[in-house]
């Protein structure tokens, strides 16, 4: 059985349409026009349980749309879609304990929290035992070279070290499934390389 299938999927969007001018303006008030829009057309694919898979297109081509419907976020216009043999859209919490997303311009650490503080946070939300919570940080500190970093105010933190403590904060929980919308955006090629090269390790592991 896939991890993750994909029939049909597919995202319209309706937005308003009107003329510009002041007039314009004023009738679409009481006679608004809209068109649709295709944000993802139709997508079908599996994915199966290890596999890493990496979706290529340029901006506007319905990625982080994609992504959203299959982390919940956004429910499809049509088609069908499986997660762990969930409907993500639904958001049920067994859902939700396998899955996470880590966006490039979204923040899950909490800016005015030391880091160690936002990993808190997380362990009280996801309802983590002590031991297990401990040994997980213990793991991800090691993998991701976290060190200090822990200790610092988020605000304090660097770009390159703020996206590690993103990465390493969205898998306290041990998610069985990780969705990466560019989690190497700004970064420079040294830091892209730690990054791709802890997923694959943390792949590994799970």
């Known amino acids: 059985m896939p991890a993750l ?56 081509a319905g990625k982080t749309t994609t992504l959203k419907m299959l982390s919940g976020l956004l429910n499809p216009s049509d088609g069908n879609v499986r997660v762990l043999g969930f409907e993500p859209f639904r958001r049920q919490r067994d859902f939700l304990r396998q899955i996470t997303l880590v966006m490039g311009n979204r923040n899950q650490l909490v800016w005015d929290l030391h880091v160690a503080d936002s990993f808190e946070r997380n362990r009280a939300i996801y309802r983590l035992q002590r031991p297990e919570f401990q040994q997980t940080v213990n793991e991800l500190t090691e993998l991701l070279d976290l060190g200090d970093l822990l200790r610092k105010p988020v605000r304090n933190l660097s770009l390159g070290e703020r996206m590690k403590c993103e990465v390493a904060v969205a898998l306290l929980h041990r998610p069985q499934i990780l969705f990466l919308d560019e989690p190497t955006l700004g970064l420079d090629v040294t830091m892209q390389r730690r990054i791709r090269t802890f997923i694959s390790d943390y792949n590994q592991r799970i």
């Open 5 to 60: 299938h994909c029939e049909s999927l597919s995202k319209t969007y309706r937005v308003p349409e009107r003329e510009p001018g002041l007039w314009n303006a004023a009738k679409s008030l009481f006679h608004r026009r809209t068109r649709d829009v295709e944000a993802v057309k139709a997508v079908s694919f599996n994915v199966e349980p290890g596999e890493v898979v990496g979706f290529l297109g340029p901006n506007g």
